[in-house]
T-cell receptor
Framework: KQEVTQIPAALSVPEGENLVLNCSFTDSAIYNLQWFRQDPGKGLTSLLL?????REQTSGRLNASLDKSSGRSTLYIAASQPGDSATYLCAVKDFGNEKLTFGTGTRLTIIP | ETGVTQSPTHLIKTRGQQVTLRCSSQSGHNTVSWYQQALGQGPQFIFQ???????GRGNFPPRFSGLQFPNYSSELNVNALELDDSALYLC?????????????FGPGTRLTVL
């Protein structure tokens, strides 16, 4: 059974700093991995999707990496801004399985 | 291009009642998935519909049921509501076979069961 873990549960950093969010998963036979952003009480916004054959994806100040062999992904946020404050969730899709398995998220606060 | 929409935004029901939540998929998408997100937790997969057929189900009891219509919109029905059903219900749409079936989520419906 796939399990996804995100540590830490919460993180506060000063504005302008670069930061890394971590995601680990127990079964390396994944089809892809998605990173999402969720603002309080709102839906999920897809940030990046990494296919199992890829090592990383970039979008603006965001860079996500994937290491299937170790069961890890990281989301790198460059030059953080107060608007980046939100909960960040990672989710994996396994081969032959239609569902996304989510972690519990990291609540990020950027301090002005 | 219209994104995923859900209705209603908020809903309050009492224990034992039935509820129907609605979702309109993103234009061009043919697959809809439903998730339940309890406070402080990650979303949990309820089920998925593809071409009007259930295409995968999570660990939820039969009182959670769904439909997908020819226009790919979808409904989630929950019978005999329990207090633990209070959660944010999220709908996600995707296009089967495109970009790894990347899922795009709606804003959710907040259900409170009293």
């Amino acid at each position: 059974k796939q399990e996804v873990t995100q540590i830490p549960a919460a993180l506060s950093v000063p504005e302008g700093e670069n930061l890394v969010l971590n995601c680990s998963f127990t079964d390396s036979a994944i089809y892809n991995l998605q990173w999402f952003r969720q603002d309080p009480g709102k839906g999920l916004t897809s940030l990046l999707l990494i296919q199992s054959s890829q090592r990383e994806q970039t979008s603006g100040r965001l860079n996500a990496s994937l290491d299937k062999s170790s069961g890890r992904s990281t989301l790198y946020i460059a030059a953080s801004q107060p608007g980046d404050s939100a909960t960040y969730l990672c989710a994996v899709k396994d081969f032959g399985n239609e569902k996304l398995t989510f972690g519990t998220g990291t609540r990020l606060t950027i301090i002005p | 291009e219209t994104g995923v929409t859900q209705s209603p935004t908020h809903l309050i029901k009492t224990r034992g009642q039935q509820v129907t939540l609605r979702c309109s998929s993103q234009s061009g998408h043919n697959t809809v998935s439903w998730y339940q997100q309890a406070l402080g937790q990650g979303p949990q997969f309820i089920f998925q519909y593809y071409r009007e057929e259930e295409n995968g189900r999570g660990n939820f009891p039969p009182r959670f049921s769904g439909l997908q219509f020819p226009n790919y919109s979808s409904e989630l029905n929950v019978n005999a509501l329990e207090l633990d059903d209070s959660a944010l219900y999220l709908c996600a749409s995707s296009l089967s076979g495109y970009r790894g079936n990347e899922q795009f989520f709606g804003p959710g419906t907040r259900l409170t069961v009293l």
